[in-house]
């Protein structure tokens, strides 16, 4: 088995895990190991870091404490739970990566885009081999969420205008990275999204797609 690291970004409520709960059935059913799991977290470590970095109620922290908060957790993760993964020859499915710490710190939060990616390769050298970026606008994404009992974390809170940068730092990464960033219209239904994700994946495994 050739491994296959893949990650799903896209703002609030895009569909990223509805996308990866499919994507998850789907390799079950071709009888292909794989491994669901989730930034932050993933490790008991970075559940912790998730815990306290989107507490809507967490003090008030700079843009760069942030920031590596997000690569500590991810060091872990990687460390402990994806490479081992990656080294057996499973599929990884990961709910979102580094493009979200380029998105959110760098474009939205407003630290250099350029940096925060060199830093975040310098902690983690590792890059997925695909990405899905499903795109949504950000009041779509907020409306599917809206009925959410858990209330809105630290990030959800920010200003509109924070996460229409955060979409424009996506759009900007999926044009530097055409080859690794598929852009998925995510406004469609769920199976056409799915229907494209599926082709993309089947192509990448050599395993044979009727659409
Ligand atoms: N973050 C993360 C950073 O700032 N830096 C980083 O480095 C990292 C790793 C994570 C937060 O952390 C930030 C970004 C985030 O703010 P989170 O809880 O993981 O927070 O938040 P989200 O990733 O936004 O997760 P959500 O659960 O809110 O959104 P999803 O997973 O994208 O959406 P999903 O699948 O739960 O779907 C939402 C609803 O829409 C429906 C679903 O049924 C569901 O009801 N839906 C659709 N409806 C219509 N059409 C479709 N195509 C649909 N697809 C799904």
């Known amino acids: 088995m050739k491994p296959l690291f893949v990650t799903f970004e896209g703002g609030e409520g895009s569909g990223k895990s509805t996308l990866i709960k499919h994507i998850s059935s789907w390799l079950t059913e071709?009888?292909?190991?794989?491994?669901?799991?989730?930034?932050?977290?993933?490790?008991?470590?970075?559940?912790?870091?998730?815990?306290?970095?989107?507490?809507?109620?967490?003090?008030?922290?700079?843009?760069?404490?942030?920031?590596?908060?997000?690569?500590?957790?991810?060091?872990?993760?990687?460390?402990?739970?994806?490479?081992?993964?990656?080294?057996?020859?499973?599929?990884?499915?990961?709910?979102?990566?580094?493009?979200?710490?380029?998105?959110?710190?760098?474009?939205?939060?407003?630290?250099?885009?350029?940096?925060?990616?060199?830093?975040?390769?310098?902690?983690?050298?590792?890059?997925?081999h695909i990405t899905f970026y499903l795109d949504v606008p950000i009041e779509v994404g907020f409306k599917r969420v809206a009925h959410r009992h858990q209330g809105i974390d630290r990030l959800e809170r920010e200003a509109f205008s924070f996460h229409e940068r955060v979409r424009e730092g996506f759009f900007h990464l999926a044009r530097s990275c055409p080859s690794r960033i598929s852009v998925l219209d995510a406004t469609r239904a769920k199976d056409s999204v799915q229907a494209d994700a599926e082709k993309i994946l089947a192509k990448k495994l050599g395993l044979p797609y009727a659409s």
């Open 30 to 128: 071709h009888g292909l190991p794989h491994l669901v799991t989730r930034e932050p977290g993933g490790t008991p470590f970075g559940e912790k870091v998730r815990d306290t970095v989107l507490d809507a109620g967490c003090d008030k922290i700079s843009a760069k404490t942030e920031l590596l908060l997000f690569l500590a957790a991810r060091l872990e993760h990687v460390e402990k739970v994806i490479a081992p993964h990656l080294e057996q020859g499973c599929v990884v499915l990961c709910d979102r990566f580094i493009d979200s710490t380029v998105a959110y710190q760098g474009y939205g939060r407003g630290e250099d885009p350029a940096r925060v990616w060199a830093l975040s390769l310098e902690v983690v050298p590792l890059l997925p």
